[in-house]
Each structure stands twice: as C-alpha cells, then as structure tokens.
T-cell receptor, first 116, second 118 residues
C-alpha cells in the first residue's frame, strides 16, 4: 500500500522569503507524484506533477519540486513567496499502471501562511 | 483546459432530508469520477470511485446506502446523501479522470460543495 506524509502541518513565512514544503511517500512500486493547492472553500488545483524523467519538476506560480527516489521525497519549493500563496497544499501519489483507476492518496496537508 | 463543475456550491438542509450533488465534466469525457469528503482543516478522504455504467466502488467505512452514487454518463456523476444528519455536514469534492489513450489520465477537481445539515 502507498502512503504520504507531509511533515509540517503549518509553515509560516514572510513575504518574498523562500519556502519548502516537505513530502515523503512510501511505496513498494513506482508512483506518480503530485502537488495540489487549495484556496479556502475551493477545489484542488494542480501545481505540478512527476511522472518520469527529470527529477526537477517546474509547475505553475513559480513552484518547483524535486523527486528524490533514494529518500522517497518530493519536496515543494518556491524561491520567493507572495501573500497570494497563502493556501493549503497537498502532496499526493497514485499508481502509474494503466489498469489502475487513478485513485490519489493524499497527505495530511500543509498550511502555508505568508505574512507581510 | 478541462473543467469540472459541481452543483450546488452550497446547500443547507434539514436533518432527515436527502441532498443530491452533481459533478459534471464540461469539456471532456470522464472514464472515472471520484468523490471525496473533507472536514475542516483536514485532508481529502476518498469516499468512492465511480465508472460510467457500473456500480461505484466504495472505500472501507463508507456507507453505500447513505451515500448513493450514480454515474449515468461519461460527463455526469451524482452523489446523493440520504437522510442527512448534522454529522454529514462537510465539504464534498468530486474529480474526474480524462479519457485518454495513454496510461496516464489527468485528474481534474471540481470546486466543491459545502453541505450543512441543520
């Protein structure tokens, strides 16, 4: 079975500072990895995903993430955050098999609080 | 881009009534749709997976008779909360996998439905 652990429930950071949101996963097989953002009372928006290939993945809004197979991690980073980045961030995995329905397994979420 | 809509966005109902939530893929065909439940400040909990024309697959601990899911077409799935009670109050989110020939099918999320049971 797969599982996802987001190591920080809340991350406060000042505007224009860099930020890293940590995500570790557990799986005995290869998985696809995702980061989603959720603004209050809204659904989820895909920030970026890792399917295969280059381990450094760039997404929307200036975010990027690096897949580290040996450490089973997929940490999300942004070099300079804005107030508008304040939101809930979810890391997720799913099996890549075409026979799989595509069920996503989510981490617990990390609240990013950007302060002026 | 692919859009998933949900209706209604908010619903308030009395205890004991049933509530239907619709999830539609607006510009693509969805092979599979998912229903999630999210409590405040918590992660998404998958309730069930539905495929067009077949019965939904429910996750362990989710009552099939309470949360009725119908996936009548490739663009519409509905979740009916039967005999709702205050503990069913939550944020319900659906998502849909785009039908593609490749092994990877992008999953798109709806905006969610806030259910409040009085």
């Amino acid at each position: 079975a797969q599982s996802v652990t987001q190591l920080d429930s809340q991350v406060p950071v000042f505007e224009e500072a860099p930020v890293e949101l940590r995500c570790n996963y557990s799986s005995s097989v290869s998985v696809y990895l995702f980061w989603y953002v959720q603004y209050p009372n809204q659904g989820l928006q895909l920030l970026l995903k890792y399917l295969s290939g280059s381990t450094l993945v760039k997404g929307i809004n200036g975010f990027e993430a690096e897949f580290n197979k040996s450490q089973t991690s997929f940490h999300l980073r942004k070099p300079s955050v804005h107030i508008s980045d304040t939101a809930e961030y979810f890391c997720a995995v799913r099996l890549p098999s075409s026979s799989n329905t595509g069920k996503l397994i989510f981490g617990q979420g990390t609240t990013l609080q950007v302060k002026p | 881009g692919a859009v998933v809509s949900q209706h209604p966005s908010r619903v308030i109902c009395k205890s004991g009534t049933s509530v239907k939530i619709e999830c539609r893929s607006l510009d693509f065909q969805a092979t599979t749709m998912f229903w999630y439940r999210q409590f405040p400040k918590q992660s998404l909990m998958l309730m069930a997976t539905s495929n067009e024309g077949s019965k939904a697959t429910y996750e362990q601990g989710v009552e099939k008779d309470k949360f009725l899911i119908n996936h009548a077409s490739l663009t519409l799935s509905t979740l009916t909360v039967t005999s709702a009670h205050p503990e069913d109050s939550s944020f319900y989110i659906c998502s849909a996998n785009e039908r593609r020939a490749s092994s990877y099918n992008e999953q798109f999320f709806g905006p969610g439905t806030r259910l409040t049971v009085l």
